[in-house]
C-alpha cells in the first residue's frame, strides 16, 4: 500500500522560508517522478515542481522558479520542498504526489498517488 504523507507546513511571514517533507512508503522515491502541486480556496489544483525518477532533473512553475527548490533523499525515501521568500499568493494547500512512469509530467491527471495535503500560509 502506497502512502505519502506530508509536513512542514505552517504560518510564516511574507519573505520567509518553509521546508516541506513528503515522507513515501510502499514505493521508492527515486523510482517515480516526485511532483509538488498546490491548490488555493476556489481555484484548481496547480503545478508547483517536479523531480523525474532517472536523471533527478527539476522542473519549476513560473510562479515559483528561484525561490522554491525540490529534491529528495533517496536514504530517507522523501521528497522536499524548499520555499524561499514566500509571498502571501503562496497561500494554499500543498500535495506531493509520485508518478510512476516518472514522466515528469505538470498535468495532474498523470500522478498516481498523492498526500493528503499540508497547509501553508503566508501572512503580508
Known amino acids: 500500500q502506497v502512502q505519502l504523507v506530508e509536513s512542514g507546513g505552517g504560518l510564516v511571514q511574507a519573505g520567509g522560508s518553509l521546508r516541506l517533507s513528503c515522507a513515501a512508503s510502499?514505493?521508492?522515491?527515486?523510482?517515480?517522478?516526485m511532483g509538488w502541486f498546490r491548490q488555493a480556496p476556489g481555484k484548481e489544483r496547480e503545478f508547483v515542481a517536479v523531480?523525474?525518477?532517472?536523471?533527478?532533473?527539476?522542473y519549476y512553475a513560473d510562479s515559483v522558479k528561484g525561490r522554491f527548490t525540490i529534491s529528495r533523499d533517496n536514504a530517507k525515501n522523501t521528497a522536499y520542498l524548499q520555499m524561499n521568500r514566500l509571498k502571501p499568493e503562496d497561500t494554499a494547500i500543498y500535495f506531493c504526489?509520485?508518478?510512476?512512469?516518472?514522466?515528469?509530467?505538470?498535468?495532474?491527471?498523470?500522478?498516481?498517488?498523492w498526500g493528503p495535503g499540508t497547509q501553508v500560509a503566508v501572512s503580508s
Open positions: 504526489a509520485a508518478d510512476l512512469c516518472g514522466r515528469g509530467s505538470r498535468n495532474v491527471d498523470d500522478y498516481d498517488y
Open positions: 510502499g514505493l521508492t522515491v527515486s523510482s517515480a517522478a
Open positions: 523531480i523525474t525518477w532517472n536523471d533527478g532533473r527539476a
